[in-house]
């Protein structure tokens, strides 16, 4: 094998992080390169029994977040790392962040599918039939405050399902979450939800199945 090539063929995400690096997760593992190289080669990162190393082999989505990158790996945890670092040392610290979140709030939320940092500084994590947590974090990285939020059956102003795949923040900083059932759209003021799900009379969405929001 070529100890220079991409870790695995199965490309679950691709970002840029604010110095260039290019990062790519794949079901085998983590892998950084420099897009300006003549010759490009990628540096590998796996899940071992080091502490520092990333929770899980199996990613699913990287998001950047100013100084930070986040992992997001479906079955086994949430790592941050810092973008910096990997100019000044190849041998990455991941930061892993479940331990922390488990502690905090004693929930256990995997799988995970997406974490949105909006503009309010404030993050997003969907999970699987466990709804989404809304969380803030101090300067310290710990959670300062934190909120679970779920489907009620009886309250129609609430998340439209538990099973969530993605959080997005559009140009008016609205929140919208989908879902299984149906996209939710977050109200800040009121702190509760609007949604919009398949109707076969109005065909207003073709599906109650959304995986991903983009404007």
């Known amino acids: 094998t070529n100890e220079n090539a991409i870790s695995g063929n199965s490309i679950t995400t691709v970002i840029f992080d604010k110095n260039g690096f290019g990062w790519v997760g794949t079901s085998n ?3 950084c390169f420099n897009p300006e190289s003549a010759n490009i ?3 590998k990162y796996y899940h071992s029994t080091d502490m ?3 929770s899980n082999n199996s990613i699913w989505k990287l998001i950047s977040d100013k100084e930070k990158i986040w992992i997001v790996s479906v ?6 790392f810092y973008a910096d670092a990997v100019s000044q040392n190849p041998k990455l610290k991941f930061n892993r962040f479940v331990p922390a979140l ?4 004693g929930l256990n939320l995997s799988p995970n599918y997406y974490l949105l940092h909006d503009s309010k500084n404030n993050y997003w994590l969907a999970t699987q039939d466990k709804g989404v947590l809304y969380f803030s974090l101090n300067e310290k990285m710990e959670i300062a405050s934190w909120q679970y939020l779920l489907n009620e059956k009886s309250d129609f102003s609430s998340l439209v399902s538990n099973d969530t795949w993605h959080v997005f923040e559009d140009r008016e900083k609205n929140i919208w979450i989908s879902t299984w059932d149906g996209i939710s759209k977050f109200n800040y ?5 609007q949604y919009f799900n ?3 009379t109005t065909f207003d969405i073709t599906d109650q199945s959304i995986n991903c929001l983009l404007t």
Do not use: P, Q
Request: aromatic share 22%.
């Open 198 to 200: 398949f109707d076969r």
């Open 102 to 105: 488990k502690k905090k709030t």
């Open 52 to 54: 520092n190393s990333i």
């Open 41 to 43: 080669k990628f540096t």
């Open 189 to 193: 003021s009121r702190f509760d939800f």
């Open 75 to 80: 079955y086994d945890g949430v790592d941050y």
């Open 29 to 31: 593992g983590l892998n």
